[in-house]
């Protein structure tokens, strides 16, 4: 069973004088443990993709399933708790909360959920420490470095063990050099285990993923396995 | 799904259930405070309308109270179950209608102790108002009242130092007088004035006795006993003349029922002053009744101007606080939209700012209430009083409800929020 199916996915947005069509009919399967891209270029459908993906959005008509479970069957709090238990995100802009520490931040996704204040603590530490920024908790975002905060961001998408992770362009606000290094973090993410959907218009980046989907006016465009994801090769790399 | 797999049962997802509104209250008074501190300045400013109706809130309950207390210290000053028959009445009637009334004399009060039976003491008080009284180089202002020996029983006070009049002293119209305590003080400061010589009006006068302190009457010394002498009738009225209307303290026994007593001593009272039946008094019947009534009237015209102006301060301050919290979501929208991308319901997120609003009003009523702590002090200077603890209960309540009222719309409109619309506000 896909962990994620979705089927004629049509997302209409009624603008006033016409309606858009940001997804009109589109039909995926993402199996656990995937790693897997979705690209194309703006208004071809893909945040709009990603929105439905993370419940954020819920389509105008089609199938999604979660893990088996009929998303568009769901209310408001039930797609809350979904979002919470079993979805991550990270955002371009990483969305932190401004004036909260690292750990804090962290914290958040299991305040939510009901995590005992010890146990919330402990676990967002150990979140914090796996994505190397241990010695970061108590800094606030305003002092850390852009990929310093994208790793905040991770812990945080982290720290509830979500089926997914969702990253909506997780190195759009980053240099180079940094971008590199969180991908490198996701790669990590993945071989440990983690399913990742990844939304990106760079090749480079689409590039550490195992498959990419390729959107185009709303529609799939193609959907092909990467015959030697960059992130395998590094590994290739290493393991020489 | 989460519930189901782990297999939790119904009681645990309950308990789960009301952790979670836990931590998510938790996380919205930090909010809160975060918000208000990143925001002082805006943050107190916006209280001002609460802080305004606080402070009215808080005086007019502290000036009520006063009031209360000095009445009853008034009222008991008074003497209970004392009517005070007057040519006057001490409240509400027209002076067009009793402008032509006669004055009430000495002999209608002989009179009216001779054939009213059910009264314990029916005293005569003839009063002229600010007479100076002298001793060597000393002389205060005060009222001097002539009456008799019965005054004492009136009045339920007794001499603190010394004695009252006797009936010998009385009926000879001795110049003897007893003193209020203030006059005693002010004269004689330390030295003992029992059996000392006082100028009154021009007269002399030995001190036989001067009353305990009995403090100010409604708020004012005037008429208080401690700025006033007594001295026997029948002397007073040679010294001050007998052409003026003397007051009738009628004490009634105890054992005869109120209304009765009232009725007999009124309708006595007509005769000896001829009225025609069918015809008003032409007299004043006062009792303390009448100051309570008094009382009431000023207490609800306070409460009406001051609810008038609470009111409308707390309407002023609670839109300002429904606006700065419309301006607080929608600076944090995003913030909402990333809340929600995390799992916060539409409850947390309604909390979350309802808790915001209520902590900023409360803020407001703190504030308030530091305001008006150092004017009550101010008000107890002229009325005794002091800030009661439940006005400062209520205060707070206040507070909080109009919070929770002014925030309601904004919080909703924040729970509300689709999160992707949120998130994608910038």
Redesign the interface.
Known sequence: MPLIHIKDVVKTYDMGAELVHALSGVSVDIHANEYVSIMGPSGSGKSTLMNVLGCLDTPTSGLYEFAGENVGELDDNQLAEIRNRRIGFVFQTFNLLPRSTALHNVELPLIYAGVPAHDRRDRAAEALSSVGLGDRMTHKPNELSGGQRQRVAIARALVNRPSIILADEPTGNLDSKTGIEIMQLFSDLHRAGNTIILVTHEEDIAAHSHRIIRLFDGKVASDQMVETPLSYARQGVAEE | ??AVVTGHTHRQQQT??I??RF??F??GIRIAF?AI??NKMRSVLTTLGIVIGIVVVTLMATVIEGLGTALDKSISSLGTDVYYLSKWDWFGSEWWKVRNRKDVTVEQAEKLAEMLTVAEAVVPVASTWQQTMKYRNRSVQGNVNGTVPDYEVTSGVVPAEGRFFNLYESNAGRPVCILGHDVAANLFEREDPIGKTVKIGGYSYRVIGVFEKEGDFLGTSFFSKDTQAFIPLENFLKVFGSNRSVDIHVKMREDVPKADAKEEMIGIFRKIRRVPPGEENDFGVNTQDFLKEVFDGVVSTIGVVGFLITSLSLLVGGVGIMNIMFVSVKERT??I????????????ILFQFLVEAATICTLGGLIGLAVSFPLSLIINEILPSSMPLWVVLLSLSISITVGLISGIVPAFTAARM???DA?RYE
Do not use: F, N, S
């Open positions: 799904m989460a789960q259930d952790m979670i931590y998510e938790k996380e975060t501190g990143a995003k913030e939209g990333t809340r929600k991308a995390l799992g916060a319901k539409r409850r947390a689709r999160p992707v998130l």
